[in-house]
């Protein structure tokens, strides 16, 4: 299994970048996918989620509006559309996989990505 995050950088506020995730090992289409985010010292962050077919997204707060989960299924692919960009979110963001329907929380996660920094300057 591996889920494989590009796309990180420096990004500046106001701007945008667009995080992919590459997965393969799994049946990709039978889970939901998630990112999350972590700041050093700071407890990982739910980000955006899109369940198995695609249907349903969900969004934490604080990037609604302003983010945008997508996924392809026949190229096993998540992607995380950042626009308008604040310094506060600037982390290390993490594509991950879950079977469960609980896609906001990172309990019920099965596999995890090694994470991709994002840098946000003011």
């Known amino acids: 299994v591996q889920l494989q995050a590009s796309g990180g950088g420096l990004g500046q506020a106001g701007g945008s970048l667009r995080l992919s995730c590459a997965a393969s090992g799994f049946d990709f289409s039978d889970y939901g996918m998630g990112w999350f985010r972590q700041d050093p010292g700071q407890a990982r962050e739910f980000v955006a989620g899109?369940?198995?077919?695609?249907?349903?997204?969900y969004y934490a707060d604080s990037v609604k509006g302003r983010f945008t989960i997508s996924r392809d299924n026949a190229k096993m692919t998540v992607k995380l559309q950042m626009n308008s960009l604040k310094p506060g979110d600037t982390a290390v963001y993490y594509c991950?996989?879950?079977?469960?329907?609980?896609?906001?929380?990172?309990?019920?996660?099965?596999?995890w990505g090694q994470g991709t920094l994002v840098t946000v300057s003011s």
């Open positions: 899109v369940t198995w077919s695609g249907g349903s997204t």
């Open positions: 991950a996989a879950t079977r469960s329907v609980a896609i906001t929380t990172d309990r019920g996660y099965d596999y």
